[in-house]
């Protein structure tokens, strides 16, 4: 998956307003949101909220750290580039910033979709790299040091995703899509488990079937007894009993509907385990080289955020919260069909 596309600009189904703050309110909200997304049927289970209420408390509680964390918002303007470090860092120069701003299809629908706004917040990831290169000269304290190899950052692959009215509406539709991406997770799991009980069915039905013809062939007149237990329906019996056993281990004793139940409750139990989230700082020079804190060369300290998706969905990326001006929109050139009409 490219850019974090998990979380595309759609409507969420999910009430970003349960990040505001924690209240039973928003547990049974977010609760119910998550067994509608597996299974509705869920909700016929006795006691399903209070069964997954200390998972799902968790994931929130996850979540609101995330976003509790995130570094302070950046201003993408062209006419800034020169002057703010972040800028220069994520962008290698002026002119790729419009140019990014107006490919995104996201953002140029949040803007047509609410043409009050003078500007929108939004969530920009991009992929990251750490590379080696040969310095020729660096200064670190009062020593000259030639040679010396070095580590430069490169950002990349911009995309915007996520676009908000504000910052905060920002912040929670990102929580949103987290989430949902751990409710996604848990469906892969299940729908997972599914397949493989519907796997053991066909193989146990083909066994079966193969037995019985086995059997069929072996039966016969008296002069003609059928033989004792050959090696062929010896191995059949053995599958036959596998196949058993494995049935046996996956269903145990709880119905279908439980079995989702505590796949649901075991993934959202575990956030951690699908998500991993950590700020970055680093001082980079105009070059995008990290330079030490100890170095006397020009540079800036650069903060972002460093996410992974480390479910069935896999992403790596660094992203910013960041806000842009309506009016640094290009306008989208379109092509004039009438007029190159003319020339046919």
């Known amino acids: 998956m490219s850019a974090l596309d998990w979380f595309a600009n759609k409507s969420s189904q ?3 307003k349960v990040f505001s703050g924690k209240s039973d309110k928003y547990l049974h909200l977010s609760t119910d949101t998550a067994v509608s997304l597996i299974n509705p049927e869920l909700k016929l289970l ?11 408390e968790n994931s929130l509680d996850f979540i609101r750290e995330i976003i509790l964390s995130l ?24 002119s790729d910033i419009p140019v990014i701003m107006r490919g995104s299809k996201n953002l140029r629908v949040f803007l047509d979709k609410h043409p009050r706004l003078d500007r929108a ?24 040091c030639k040679d010396r190899f070095q580590k430069t950052v490169n950002f990349s692959d911009h995309k915007i995703h996520i676009c908000g009215a504000d910052e905060a509406e920002a912040h929670r539709l990102f929580g949103a ?3 949902e991406y751990l409710v996604a997770q848990a469906l892969h799991d299940i729908s997972k488990r599914r397949t493989e009980r519907q796997d053991l069915e066909e193989e146990r039905t083909m066994l079966r ?15 003609n007894p059928a033989p004792e237990k050959s090696e062929e329906k010896m191995k059949l019996d053995a599958l036959l009993l596998e196949n058993e056993r494995q049935m046996r281990a996956g269903s145990s004793t709880q119905s279908a509907l439980e079995s989702e139940l505590e796949c649901l409750r075991d993934v ?54 960041a806000h842009f001006s309506r009016n640094e929109m290009p306008e989208v050139v379109r092509a004039n069909f009438a007029d190159a009409a003319r020339y046919l």
């Not at 570094?71 to 002026?94: G, K």
């Not at 013809?213 to 008296?222: A, E, L, W, Y």
Request: aromatic content about 12%; hydrophobic content about 45%.
């Open 46 to 56: 006795h006691a399903y909220r209070e069964v997954l209420a200390p998972a799902v």
């Open 14 to 16: 999910f009430d970003t």
């Open 71 to 94: 570094p302070e918002a950046v201003f993408i303007s062209a006419s800034e580039w020169h002057s703010s470090p972040f800028l220069r860092a994520f962008f290698a120069s002026e």
């Open 268 to 321: 959202l139990k575990n956030p951690g385990r699908f998500i991993f989230f950590e700020n970055k700082q680093q001082r980079l020079n105009r070059m995008n080289v990290i330079v030490s804190k100890q170095s006397l060369e020009a540079a800036s300290d650069v903060s972002y955020s460093l996410i992974r998706l480390m479910g069935t969905f896999r992403a790596r990326k660094a992203c910013v919260v």
């Open 209 to 223: 079937a193969r037995l019985r013809s086995f059997q069929q062939r072996g039966s016969g007149p008296v002069f």
């Open 177 to 179: 899509q987290c989430f």
């Open 121 to 144: 917040w939004l969530i920009l990831d991009m992929n990251v790299s750490e590379k080696d290169a040969a310095a020729e000269m660096s200064l670190l304290g009062s020593d000259v």
